[in-house]
């Protein structure tokens, strides 16, 4: 029989209650239905982005047709998927895969209309099967199509339609389309629920309702280049996963008690050997001591070992419980079907209630710890999947910060203007604006729609514009590379904004893709930098503004960047020279400097540009402020030098001496870094190459 041997029979794994179900997504099944009830062209082709449930619907059909919800044309008919890979695997002669497409299609036409095809990636038809002088699978299917004698369900994405489908006008005029959009979250959220008793029997877990929103709305957010509600589905399905292998695992306590108990038995064991050569002498002080805390260990060990097999215990009869219900519920559904009514009456109203009740008592026994009460169950093991997992994963995938705040995580945000302050030396405007805006964000405040911050720097050279953005980088990611950095004045053409969203097709460079764009595609939380701002050419700017709008830019290849995770912030010494001249001691002097500032960007920059962006003011550099800068370079001196094995001292005088001969109001902290290479580094280096300065040395300055 070909049929049985090159397809997938739907109705049959529906029967048996393999598929999953099928939440919502009635218009598109009743679209389909009424275009299989067609007299001819009766063959809809379901068309729609990856992971939207095209063959979820083709599943929910199957499952109509065996309850009987379907029309009249439609009631004694199965659903049955076309396998292409069987078809073509083996065909060693010529004619061998049009003759089995052929028997297969005649079997279909033999049923008289209740064998309705399915074709999963129906564009694999184009092409299929064709060798020099040999048809493809499309035209032999043509015919059939045309006629009505074959009913028959396409599914596959809208690009491939495209590129395969519609290129064939014969084939396409034979499909009728129907689309299936992305559902909203909270479709995604309704089809999770429905799901959630199949996940949860599979890996023997429980999900809570907050899960299921958390991941329908995470995924939603921050995973852009997927759909719902698939990327949805597959967080929870990881998330249970994950939580499987826990429950499977050893605790870590338990696996640290058994790691000490093996370790002591060796060390007596030793000392053992070691008493018996000594023939009694010494070392029973010790053996006692092992001895003690053995016992207490191996009680302990007793005592968590039997707490966690009862706890496995519990969880694995919470399990088998849920798989007889299921089982219990595709037996009802077979007697309704068949109108055995006395089976499925015994069954739904005797055996169901008893199960569940026992089910019910054994959660609960789950959740209160057993029925002794010793202690929580969830000291050891937690069978609970929650809205914390789901985050913990979102994060690991994307490593966008989503989880709760931690305790100390909040106490290292509410410092954050002073770990920044103790860095970037003198500049409190700044540092502030930058730690609200982060603050905004982690807390959850900040417009979902936009960049977390975009910010722009002004101030004369030196005053820290860069290190603050080096700082914020370290503060954000432990580490300065996380920084993505662009040197504006490599922008200066007009042609360069190509490098930032890679070259248009037929140039140079298509396939590369952009700087910018790969960037952030591959790490979309970071802080990116665009240092020196008015070198670039204005349509640079141009490319930006959406970005600072809606938090999103499409690269040449069409594909849309996702910048609202990202902190951007420009650099620019566009009125540095009124900053420069103000003088710090009087306020009206300092609010007239501001709008001195003002008016320089404004002749500079275009106002759309600026109006996205907060101005951050970066004041010159007193000689109070190039002492700390001093101290904190010194620091950095002292720890370079302790790697080479010997230590520095740097007495006040020294500090106070550098910032005197450091200062330049009009370059900044530059020149100090060039005045302690040649004051200490350049004598430092002499003695180290003199050999005068050995390992554990202490050289005081």
């Given amino acids: 029989d070909a049929l049985a041997k090159y397809s997938i029979d739907f109705t049959q794994k529906a029967r048996e209650g393999k598929l999953d179900p099928v939440i919502g997504r009635d218009s598109e099944v009743r679209r389909a239905i009424q275009v299989l009830s067609r007299r001819s062209k009766n063959n809809p082709i379901l068309l729609g982005e990856p992971g939207v449930g095209k063959t979820a619907i083709a599943e929910g059909i199957a499952q109509r047709m065996v309850n009987g919800d379907v029309p009249d044309s439609l009631k004694r008919c199965k659903l049955v998927g076309l396998d292409m890979g069987a078809l073509i695997a083996g065909a060693k002669f010529r004619g061998e895969f049009e003759e089995r497409l052929k028997s297969v299609l005649k079997d279909v036409e033999k049923s008289n209309g209740e064998i309705v095809l399915f074709i999963d990636e129906v564009h694999t038809v184009v092409g299929a099967g064709a060798t020099s002088g040999s048809m493809d699978a499309s035209n032999l299917l043509k015919p059939a199509l045309a006629r009505g004698q074959v009913r028959c369900i396409?599914?596959?994405?809208?690009?491939?339609?495209?590129?395969?489908?519609?290129?064939?006008?014969?084939?396409?005029?034979?499909?009728?389309?129907?689309?299936?959009?992305?559902?909203?979250?909270?479709?995604?959220?309704?089809?999770?629920?429905?799901?959630?008793?199949?996940?949860?029997?599979?890996?023997?877990?429980?999900?809570?309702?907050?899960?299921?929103?958390?991941?329908?709305?995470?995924?939603?957010?921050?995973?852009?280049?997927?759909?719902?509600?698939?990327?949805?589905?597959?967080?929870?399905?990881?998330?249970?996963?994950?939580?499987?292998?826990?429950?499977?695992?050893?605790?870590?306590?338990?696996?640290?008690?058994?790691?000490?108990?093996?370790?002591?038995?060796?060390?007596?064991?030793?000392?053992?050997?070691?008493?018996?050569?000594?023939?009694?002498?010494?070392?029973?002080?010790?053996?006692?001591?092992?001895?003690?805390?053995?016992?207490?260990?191996?009680?302990?060990?007793?005592?968590?070992?039997?707490?966690?097999?009862?706890?496995?215990?519990?969880?694995?009869?919470?399990?088998?419980?849920?798989?007889?219900?299921?089982?219990?519920?595709?037996?009802?559904?077979?007697?309704?079907?068949?109108?055995?009514?006395?089976?499925?009456?015994?069954?739904?109203?005797?055996?169901?209630?008893?199960?569940?009740?026992?089910?019910?008592?054994?959660?609960?026994?789950?959740?209160?710890?057993?029925?002794?009460?010793?202690?929580?169950?969830?000291?050891?093991?937690?069978?609970?999947?929650?809205?914390?997992?789901?985050?913990?994963?979102?994060?690991?995938?994307?490593?966008?910060?989503?989880?709760?705040?931690?305790?100390?995580?909040?106490?290292?945000?509410?410092?954050?203007?002073?770990?920044?302050?103790?860095?970037?030396?003198?500049?409190?405007?700044?540092?502030?604006?930058?730690?609200?805006?982060?603050?905004?964000?982690?807390?959850?405040?900040?417009?979902?729609?936009?960049?977390?911050?975009?910010?722009?720097?002004?101030?004369?050279?030196?005053?820290?514009?860069?290190?603050?953005?080096?700082?914020?980088?370290?503060?954000?990611?432990?580490s300065e590379d996380a920084l993505i950095r662009f040197d504006m004045s490599e922008y200066m053409e007009k042609q360069s904004v190509s490098r930032l969203i890679g070259s248009p097709p037929g140039y140079v460079g298509y396939e590369e893709g952009g700087q910018l764009t790969d960037a952030i595609r591959r790490k979309p939380y970071a802080v990116i930098l665009f240092d020196e701002m008015e070198k670039a050419h204005r349509d640079v700017l141009n490319i930006l503004l959406q970005v600072l709008d809606d938090g999103r830019l499409t690269d040449s290849k069409g594909n849309v960047v996702n910048f609202r995770n990202t902190i951007i912030i420009f650099t620019s010494n566009v009125g540095s020279s009124a900053i420069m001249e103000k003088d710090g001691t009087v306020e009206s002097r300092r609010s007239e400097m501001l709008q001195r500032v003002q008016e320089a960007t404004r002749s500079e920059f275009a106002p759309e540009f600026l109006n996205r962006n907060e101005l951050v003011v970066f004041e010159s550099l007193g000689k109070s402020d190039l002492r700390g800068i001093v101290k904190l370079e010194m620091k950095g001196l002292e720890r370079r030098v302790e790697e080479k094995g010997f230590s520095l001292s740097v007495e006040e005088e020294v500090l106070d001496y550098l910032a005197e001969v450091g200062y330049d109001g009009v370059f900044g902290a530059r020149p100090l870094k060039r005045v302690i290479q040649r004051e200490v580094e350049k004598q430092l280096a002499q003695l180290i190459l003199k050999g005068e300065v050995g390992e554990g040395d202490d050289v005081r300055v």
């Fill in 154 to 478: 396409g599914a596959t994405t809208l690009s491939e339609y495209k590129q395969y489908i519609e290129k064939d006008k014969a084939l396409e005029r034979r499909f009728q389309k129907v689309l299936i959009e992305e559902p909203t979250a909270e479709d995604a959220v309704s089809i999770l629920r429905g799901l959630k008793p199949r996940y949860e029997m599979h890996h023997g877990v429980r999900i809570t309702d907050d899960a299921l929103l958390a991941a329908a709305k995470l995924s939603d957010r921050y995973i852009q280049d997927r759909f719902l509600p698939d990327k949805a589905i597959d967080l929870v399905d990881e998330a249970c996963a994950k939580l499987k292998n826990e429950l499977t695992s050893k605790p870590t306590v338990l696996d640290e008690i058994d790691r000490r108990v093996i370790q002591l038995q060796m060390e007596k064991l030793s000392l053992q050997s070691d008493f018996e050569g000594q023939k009694g002498k010494g070392g029973g002080g010790r053996m006692s001591g092992i001895d003690i805390e053995l016992e207490d260990l191996l009680v302990q060990q007793k005592n968590l070992e039997a707490q966690w097999t009862a706890e496995r215990n519990r969880v694995g009869d919470v399990n088998l419980l849920r798989e007889e219900i299921d089982a219990l519920n595709v037996e009802i559904a077979e007697a309704e079907r068949t109108y055995d009514l006395n089976t499925a009456a015994e069954l739904k109203y005797n055996k169901l209630p008893a199960l569940e009740e026992k089910l019910r008592v054994q959660e609960e026994m789950l959740d209160g710890g057993g029925e002794e009460g010793e202690g929580d169950s969830n000291d050891l093991l937690r069978d609970e999947v929650t809205a914390d997992d789901i985050a913990e994963l979102v994060a690991q995938s994307t490593g966008i910060p989503v989880s709760s705040l931690l305790t100390s995580e909040r106490d290292r945000l509410l410092q954050m203007d002073k770990i920044l302050g103790s860095r970037v030396i003198g500049q409190e405007p700044a540092v502030l604006a930058v730690t609200e805006a982060i603050q905004r964000s982690r807390a959850g405040l900040s417009d979902p729609s936009k960049p977390i911050a975009s910010l722009m720097f002004l101030g004369p050279t030196g005053v820290g514009k860069t290190e603050l953005c080096k700082a914020l980088s370290e503060f954000m990611f432990d």
